[in-house]
């Protein structure tokens, strides 16, 4: 087997209207899609990685996707590396509300981060980043994901390369402060057939958990009265189709 395993704690953290925290427990893969895991028989149906899942899911693979993505921008991948930070598909269900992507020129200097959002809605959305050397960007934020706020403001996001340690922060800025902040803390571990399958036993079903827990906090907000916002019809981004 290739890639890496980070069992991590995922944590939101809402401060306005009202204050609401949520902590989730989940592993995360750190792969490279040109090269993905090659698993078991067995253990395959418990990490697939497929081109449906990732952009507008109509690319042959992965790489093609992120390349007619990039290609949209005005930025050649050309013959550089690609390391990616995803939820596998497990048992047959996905969910990914962040993918990021880690892209290298062929001399190995940076060229650009990408983060691929998902909602619960079924719908995608990419963001090209220009990150500094720690790890550091900002960028308009242009896509629905929680019915609690609005489409505007900005994200500031810290995501480096994981290595031993992952750590990734998302805030969302608005005027007046920062009312949600994401985390994504894990330690890396080498991915072999046995650690899978024991983090598969410590949270099955990983990803519709995920889903679900989201859909059901969403309740609980619903419930706590937090006025809900329209959701803005969804125009597919170029390179998305």
């Keep these: 087997m290739t890639g890496a395993l980070y069992p991590c704690t995922i ?45 507008g899911g109509t690319a042959p693979t992965i790489r093609a996707g992120l390349e007619r993505f990039l290609r949209a921008r005005g930025v050649e991948l050309a013959d550089g590396t690609v390391t990616m930070l995803t939820q596998a598909r497990v048992l047959g269900h996905v969910f990914n509300p962040l993918t990021v992507y ?46 609690f706020f609005p489409v505007d403001g900005r994200y500031r996001m ?35 057939p046995c650690r899978l399958l024991r983090l598969f036993l410590r949270h099955p079903f990983s990803t519709a958990v995920v889903s679900a827990a989201i859909r059901l906090h969403g309740i609980r907000l619903f419930l706590r009265r937090l006025p809900v916002q329209p959701r803005p019809r969804h125009r597919t981004q170029e390179g998305m189709q």
């Design 11 to 55: 944590t939101h953290v809402r401060t306005a209207p009202r204050r609401y925290a949520l902590r989730h427990r989940t592993y995360l893969w750190l792969i490279d899609p040109d090269r993905p895991p090659r698993l078991p028989a067995v253990l395959r149906p418990l990490a697939r990685f497929e081109a449906r899942d990732h952009f």
């Design 102 to 147: 880690w892209c290298r020129r062929p001399d190995g200097t940076p060229l650009c981060v990408v983060a691929e959002v998902h909602n619960t809605y079924g719908e995608r959305h990419g963001y090209l980043l220009r990150p500094d050397a720690a790890g550091r960007a900002v960028t308009g934020k242009g896509f629905y994901v929680s019915p």
């Design 158 to 192: 810290r995501l480096p390369e994981p290595g031993p340690q992952l750590n990734l922060t998302v805030h969302l800025e608005r005027e007046g402060g920062r009312p949600f902040t994401a985390t994504v803390r894990g330690s890396r571990r080498r991915a072999t």
